[in-house]
């Protein structure tokens, strides 16, 4: 099964709130945000937003320049619906983040839990590509994986865990490691997953 398909069909046999990465608030991302992020007139790419609502928050925020992608329609239609009129606030993009071609740079590159996804070098090679047509010199990049004690498989997908050391060598040298931690993530079913949130800088 191909990516798409893959999570368009959890979309359509879960509640939103019922798959195993949502969070009631996205308290990590924003408090990435608050330290290393100097303001809200910032443009945001949310890489794998589906339907989070750290767009939500965004806007509450004051954020004017966001965009979510997702190669998912269906999770990002559920962020649509939920912010109904303000959704046209918010450029969404449907695409598979290893084959994207951004059209523009961003300041702030935001990826909760998709990265760890790309067991294949082909995929990691294609993401690696966009983040780096889609940054600037001094962009920031917040990204979260699964912790070298996370989870094998998520969403019956095996995945690839991470180390900060590990990620960062991955990234490759034009991005700087400034921050890392490591938090516990609660799923709606009651189990912990390890996830490492590091920051980067695009130099």
């Not at 109904?84 to 300041?107: C, F, K, L, M, Q």
């Not at 294949?120 to 690696?128: D, I, M």
């Not at 921050?179 to 996830?195: D, I, K, L, M, R």
Request: aromatic share 10%; glycine share 8%; proline share 4%.
């Amino acid at each position: 099964m191909q990516a798409r398909e893959h999570w368009d069909e959890v979309y359509r046999t879960k509640a939103s709130t019922a798959v195993s990465w949502y969070q009631p608030s996205p308290e990590p991302s924003l408090r990435a945000l608050d330290q290393f992020v100097s303001g809200k007139s910032d443009s945001l790419v949310d890489v794998g937003g589906g339907a989070s609502s750290f767009v939500d928050e965004l806007l509450v925020r004051g954020w004017t320049d966001v965009t979510v992608l997702d190669v998912a329609a269906a999770g990002l239609q559920v962020s649509q619906q939920r912010l109904g009129g303000r959704a046209e606030r918010v450029n969404w993009v449907v695409s598979d983040i290893t084959s994207w071609h951004p059209p523009r740079t961003y300041d702030v590159w935001h990826d909760r839990a998709v990265f760890h996804f790309l067991t294949s070098v082909e995929g990691r090679e294609g993401y690696k590509q966009a983040l780096v047509d889609g940054t600037a010199p001094s962009s920031i990049v917040i990204m979260a994986t699964f912790a070298l004690e996370g989870p094998e498989k998520c969403s019956g997908l095996i995945v690839q865990r991470y180390s900060p050391e590990t990620l960062s060598q991955e990234l490759g040298s034009e991005f700087q490691l400034l921050q890392a931690w490591q938090e516990n993530h609660s799923t709606p079913s009651g189990s912990e997953q390890a996830f490492n949130w590091c920051v980067f800088k695009r130099v």
